[in-house]
């Protein structure tokens, strides 16, 4: 049977101070009235029945996803008692399903992105379920078709067709993310596409690659699987590894029992990891400027400034140019659009200084 899984554990501490420990970026509404989270949720409605839906995230976050979805039951919502980077949220799930439906078939997805339109996403997604079907020793990954030369995201390299299946190319290496040199000769050579950071595969065919690769990550999620209140005990004692580096990348490499796939993403995408992504999905003036709330702006270039203070305060820019300017209410931050993604810097002085900002 299909599922989905959104991973929506993140707190989000590059779009600080937007994003808190209590209001984590996935819960925040950055584009329009609908916060990330509903936005992934409804991205995948259809595709898979309702009670095959599932959300990892924060233990601690856990009402606020049932409050957002009321359509998830309890026992839908998988929280982590702890962060344990992007392996463990996709393990745990992957060994939770497994134990139920041994041929249980798993989408991952991100509650961080922001794609258009969502018909060629779901599109991509049945394709995917679709190969998985057809090669249960495939490990799918999304390629989204690059639009610029970016520099912030990682790539995969596209390969060959895979045999037998349209529009599903074999992966032939990951890359990190490039320089503006490297990544302009991926733009035109046109065999790089930007690593989604979504899967699909069999559940039984990750735990298998994770009992080889990972030994210790699947001896625990298997454990909890079969002894959910071993869950507070054991968790933190998972290794801190990202799924790229501890699975796809070794896979992809030919030391695994499996191989990876991609299927390309033909979308406006935008993964909502800091302050430069988001602006890059709001509009500008003739300047550059993106704004949102009460703001002036005079001799100012290429500068996100974004005011949610409750009160009429007002923001006001002058001759600075690459800048960010949050104003969230209670908390100001100001900083060098280069310099945005040390954000987790800052955050650490401010949890040791003012935990209440934190």
Known sequence: MRYVVIMAGGSGKRLWPLSRKGMPKQLLRLVGDTSLL????????GSVPT??????????????VRAEIPELSDDQILGEPEGRD???????????????????????????????????????LDVAFDAVDADPTALVTF?????SAHTGYGYLKRGAQAAGLTDVYRVDGFREKPDLDTAREYLADGNHWWNSGMFVWRAATLLEQLQRLVPDCHEIVTRIAAEPA??????????????????????AAGRGTAHVLAVPLPVTWHDVGGFAALAEH???????????????????RNNLVINRAADDTLVAVFGM????????????????????????????????????FA
């Open 282 to 300: 709001l509009p500008s003036d003739d300047q550059g400027n993106s704004v949102e709330g009460r703001a002036v702006l005079l001799d100012a």
């Open 51 to 64: 009670e095959n839906i599932l959300v990892c995230t924060g233990a601690q976050y856990a009402a606020e």
């Open 321 to 356: 140019e690459g800048a960010v300017v949050v104003h969230s209410g209670d908390a100001i931050l100001v900083c060098s659009a280069a310099e945005s993604e040390r954000i987790k810097e800052i955050v650490a002085l401010v949890e040791n200084e003012a935990a209440q």
């Open 143 to 147: 390629g989204v078709v690059p639009t």
């Open 38 to 45: 509903r936005l992934a949720y409804d991205r995948v409605q």
């Open 230 to 251: 071993l869950l507070g005990e054991l968790f933190g004692k998972l290794p801190k590894i990202s799924i790229d580096y501890a699975v796809m990348e070794p896979v």
């Open 86 to 124: 992007s392996l463990n949220a996709v393990a745990w799930p992957a060994a939770v399903l497994a134990a139920a439906d041994p041929d249980a078939t798993v989408a991952m997805v991100t509650a961080d992105q922001i794609m258009q339109p969502v018909e060629a996403f779901r599109d991509a």
